[in-house]
C-alpha cells in the first residue's frame, strides 16, 4: 500500500512533465514521417505436404506427432529466413534487374530504377551481365560479392538497409503456417510493388531448390556407401564362385553328387559280379581237380601234347581280354569276334583231343574222351573265371583310390560351396539396404518436389495504410511514460534518506517526526506557514514528552544532535525552542558557537551543563544541548548519557552510511536512553503522513490520483443537509 502511495506521487510529480514530452515526441515524429513512403505488400502460399503428403514407404500419407510437426515446420521457416537463402535471392534479384535495358511495370519501378543506376555503374553493369543467360550472371554477381566485399558498390547494394537486394530487406519477408494446416504463407513489404513480388517469386524457387537439395543430400552419402559396399560382396561373392569352378575343373568334377552316387552304383554292382565270379572258381576248381585225378594216367600224354597247350594258353590269353572287354569297353563287335576264336580254339583242341584218344578211357573204365571234354571245359571255365577275378581286383583298388579322392573333393566342395551361400546372403542383404536408401532418396525428391505454391506472388496495386498515425501515437506514449519511468529509475536508484519510515529503517532507530523544507512550505499560497509550523512542531513535542515519561529529571535535558554539519540542527532546535516558548515554558538553548561554548578537544571532558553556560540552568524547564556533528568533532559523552532524550537530526538528502550506524551505536552504548531520529527538509508528501492532509493547490487530475492512492472512491466532504 505504501509502494502503491509513493508510486502514484512520484506520478503527480512528473505528470506535467509527462504531457510535455509526449507533446513534444508526438509532434517531432509528425514532422519527420511526413515524406514517408508508401510500402506495398505481396502474399505467397506453399503447401508443404508435411502432415498430409504421401512418400514412397507409405503411401497412406505420412502420420506426425505434433512436436514432429513443429520441427518440420520450424526447419523450412529457417530455411527461408537463413542468411544463404536471403543472400541468393538478393543476387538473383539484382541479376533479373541488370538484365533489362529499361524499367518493366512489373519487374522494377521508375525510382527503383534510377536508384540502381546510382548503385552500379554501366562498366560494372557490363562486367556482371551475361546477355540471356540469368544463372551465368548471377555467378557473376557472387564472385564480385565476394572479391570485393569491402568495396562501396558492394557496400551500397548489399549492406544499405534502403537496397531490395541487401539482408536486411529481405529478412523482413515473414513466414508463418496458416493455422494447423500443410501450408506456409510468405509476405514482403517494399515501396516498390513490382520488387514485393518478384522477390517472393525468386524465393519460391531458391527456397524449393534448397530444400530439395539438403532432403537429397542426406541420403545420397548412405546411398554411397551401400553401393560401395555392394560392389565389394559381389566381387567377393564371384571370387568364391570361380575357386570352386577352378577347384571342379581341376578335379574333373561336373556334378559331385550325381559322380558319387554313379561311383557307389558301379562299385555295389563290381562287387556283386565278383563275388560271383569267386563262386564259379571255386566251383570249376573242384570239378577240374576231380577229373583230373581220373585222368591222372593220361597226364604225360597230355602234358607233352604242345598243340594242345599252345592253343590253351592262347585260349587263356583271348579269354583274359574278353573280360577287360566285358568289364571296361562293353565293344559288342570286338567281343563278338574274340567270342568266335574262342570258339574256334576250342574245337581245334576237342578235335586234337578226339583224334588222340578216341579210344581211351580211364582206370575205371570211363571213356576218356567224354572226361576230356568235361576237363576241358572246366579248365576253361577256370581259366576265364581267374582272369575276370583279376580284372575285379584291379578295378576294386581303382574304386578304394576314387572313394579317397572323392572323400577329400566332397569336403572342399562343401567348404567352398558354404563360403559362396555366406557371400550371397551377404550381397542379398546389402543389396536390400541399397534399394532401400534408393528408395527413401526417392521419397525425399518426391516429398522436397511436394513444396507447391498453391498462391503464386500478386503484384499489390494497393499501398498498405500509412503507419504515420500509429507512430505518432505510439511516440506520444513512449514520451508520456519515459518521464515517468526516468523519475521512478531516480527514485530506485537514489540511496539518500527521502523519507522518516527509510530513516528509521537504515538507523534501526524510532521516527519521531519530520521537519520540511521552508521553501516548500513558502510556496504554498493556501498553506498557513505558521499554523502549520505549530502543528508538526508540536506532534514532535509530543513524540519527545512520550520518550521522557517516567522521568522527573528538572530540568529536561534534550541532546540535539546530528551526526554530520549542514543538516539543520540549530534551526530546528531554534524552532522547537520558540513554539515551546508560545507554549509558555521556559527554554535554555545551549548552542556550540562563539558566544555560548567552544568546540575544543576538551569539550569531551565537560561533566555538568554549567561548564558551558553561566546562566542558571535549574531557572529553565527545558535545556537543548546542541551538540557539534559527531562524527566530525569532539562530545560530550557524560552530558550525553545524562540526557533526557537524545534527539539526532538528519538531512534528507544525504546518504546513510557505515560510519553513521557505527556512531549512533557508540552513542546509544554511553546513554541509558536509545537515541530518536528526527528528519529535516522532508517534502509535503512526507509531512502529510505526518499532520495529513495540506491544503494545497490541485488539479482534479491530482485529486483523483490521491484518492485512488488511498483507494477513496466517493467525496470526503459531510453532507450539509
Not at 586234337?352 to 576237363?375: A, C, F, H, I, Q
Not at 539396404?433 to 526417392?442: E, T
Not at 519521531?512 to 512542531?537: A, N, R
Request: glycine fraction near 4%.
Amino acid at each position: 500500500m505504501t509502494n502503491l502511495i509513493h508510486f502514484l506521487r512520484l506520478l503527480q510529480r512528473n505528470l506535467k512533465w509527462m504531457f510535455v514530452m509526449a507533446f513534444i515526441m508526438a509532434v517531432a515524429v509528425f514532422f519527420f514521417t511526413r515524406d514517408m513512403p508508401k510500402e506495398y505488400q505481396s502474399e505467397t502460399e506453399i503447401f508443404t505436404g508435411i502432415t498430409s503428403g504421401m512418400s514412397i514407404d507409405n503411401m497412406d500419407g505420412a502420420k506426425m506427432d505434433f512436436f514432429a510437426a513443429n520441427n518440420a515446420f520450424d526447419n523450412l521457416i529457417n530455411i527461408i529466413k537463413s542468411r544463404q537463402t536471403i543472400e541468393e535471392v538478393g543476387m538473383r534479384l539484382l541479376a533479373e534487374h541488370l538484365m533489362i535495358d529499361t524499367p518493366t511495370v512489373n519487374i522494377i519501378s521508375d525510382d527503383s530504377w534510377e536508384q540502381l543506376n546510382e548503385w552500379v555503374s554501366e562498366e560494372k553493369r557490363k562486367e556482371l551481365v551475361v546477355l540471356n543467360d540469368t544463372d551465368s550472371t548471377y555467378l557473376n554477381i557472387l564472385n564480385w560479392y565476394k572479391s570485393e566485399f569491402y568495396s562501396d558498390e558492394v557496400g551500397a547494394l548489399f549492406n544499405n538497409g534502403d537496397s531490395p537486394y541487401c539482408y536486411k530487406s529481405i529478412e523482413r519477408v515473414t513466414v508463418a503456417r496458416l493455422q494447423n494446416s500443410d501450408l506456409l504463407r510468405l509476405s514482403h513489404t517494399y515501396t516498390d510493388p513490382a520488387i514485393a513480388q518478384r522477390t517472393l517469386v525468386i524465393l519460391n524457387k531458391v527456397f524449393i531448390r534448397l530444400v530439395a537439395d539438403i532432403k537429397v543430400a542426406r541420403t545420397n552419402d548412405i546411398v554411397a556407401y551401400f553401393r560401395a559396399q555392394v560392389n565389394r560382396a559381389d566381387q567377393r561373392l564371384n571370387a568364391a564362385e570361380e575357386k570352386l569352378k577352378v577347384f571342379k575343373t581341376e578335379n574333373r568334377v561336373i556334378n559331385y553328387g550325381e559322380q558319387t552316387k554313379s561311383i557307389a552304383m558301379m562299385k555295389e554292382y563290381m562287387e556283386d559280379e565278383y563275388q560271383k565270379e569267386l563262386a564259379s572258381k571255386a566251383s570249376a576248381q573242384a570239378v577240374v581237380a576231380k577229373l583230373e585225378v581220373q585222368l591222372s594216367s593220361n597226364k604225360e600224354m597230355l602234358k607233352y601234347s604242345e598243340s594242345l597247350l599252345s592253343r590253351r594258353q592262347k585260349l587263356v590269353e583271348l579269354n583274359s581280354e574278353i573280360a577287360v572287354l566285358e568289364v571296361y569297353l562293353n565293344d559288342e563287335k570286338k567281343l563278338a569276334d574274340m567270342r568266335s576264336q574262342a570258339e574256334k580254339i576250342k574245337a581245334e583242341m576237342s578235335r586234337d583231343l578226339s583224334n588222340r584218344m578216341e579210344y581211351s578211357r580211364t582206370t575205371e573204365g570211363l571213356p576218356v574222351k567224354k572226361l576230356l571234354e568235361e576237363w576241358l571245359e572246366y579248365t576253361l571255365a577256370l581259366d576265364r573265371v581267374n582272369a575276370s577275378i583279376e580284372v575285379y581286383e584291379d578295378r576294386k583298388v581303382y574304386f578304394g583310390e576314387t572313394y579317397d579322392e572323392f572323400s577329400v573333393i566332397g569336403s572342399t566342395i562343401g567348404k567352398l560351396e558354404r563360403e559362396i551361400t555366406i557371400e550371397e546372403k551377404n550381397y542379398l542383404e546389402l543389396l536390400h539396404s541399397l534399394n532401400l536408401a534408393l528408395m527413401r532418396v526417392s521419397s525425399e525428391t518426391l516429398s522436397s518436389d511436394g513444396l507447391i505454391v498453391t498462391v503464386e506472388p500478386f503484384f499489390p496495386l494497393t499501398p498498405l495504410p500509412a503507419k504515420r498515425l500509429l507512430l505518432v501515437m505510439l511516440s506520444f506514449i513512449i514520451g508520456f511514460v519515459l518521464p515517468y519511468v526516468w523519475g521512478v529509475l531516480k527514485d530506485i536508484l537514489d540511496l539518500s534518506i527521502k523519507t522518516g519510515l527509510r530513516l528509521e529503517k537504515v538507523s534501526k532507530s524510532k521516527h519521531i517526526g519530520s521537519m520540511p523544507w521552508q521553501k516548500i512550505v513558502e510556496s504554498q499560497s493556501l498553506l498557513d506557514s505558521g499554523e502549520f509550523k505549530s502543528k508538526y512542531i508540536r506532534l514532535i513535542w509530543s513524540k519527545i514528552e512520550a520518550e521522557k515519561e517516567g522521568s522527573s529529571d528538572e530540568p529536561i535535558l534534550i541532546n540535539w544532535m546530528s551526526l554530520h554539519k549542514q543538516e539543520g540542527k540549530s534551526y530546528t532546535a531554534e524552532l522547537v525552542k520558540f513554539e515551546l516558548e508560545k507554549m509558555g515554558v521556559s527554554v535554555l538553548h545551549l548552542q556550540p558557537n562563539e558566544t555560548t561554548y567552544l568546540v575544543n578537544d576538551a569539550l569531551n571532558q565537560v561533566t555538568l551543563l554549567e561548564e558551558l553556560t553561566d546562566e542558571n540552568v535549574s531557572d529553565f524547564t527545558v535545556v537543548i544541548l546542541e551538540h557539534p556533528a559527531l562524527i566530525e568533532s569532539s562530545y560530550s559523552k557524560v552530558l550525553a548519557s545524562k540526557g533526557t532524550v537524545n534527539v539526532l537530526v538528519n538531512w534528507v538528502g544525504r546518504v546513510w552510511g557505515v560510519a553513521d550506524t557505527r556512531k549512533l551505536e557508540e552513542l546509544n552504548d554511553v546513554s541509558d536512553h536509545k537515541a530518536i531520529v528526527l528528519l529535516n527538509g522532508a517534502d509535503l508528501d512526507e509531512m502529510e503522513t505526518m499532520v495529513g492532509d495540506i491544503p494545497k493547490e490541485r488539479s482534479w487530475i491530482h485529486k483523483k490520483l490521491k484518492g485512488l492512492s488511498r483507494f477513496q472512491f466517493t467525496s470526503s466532504v459531510a453532507s450539509a443537509s
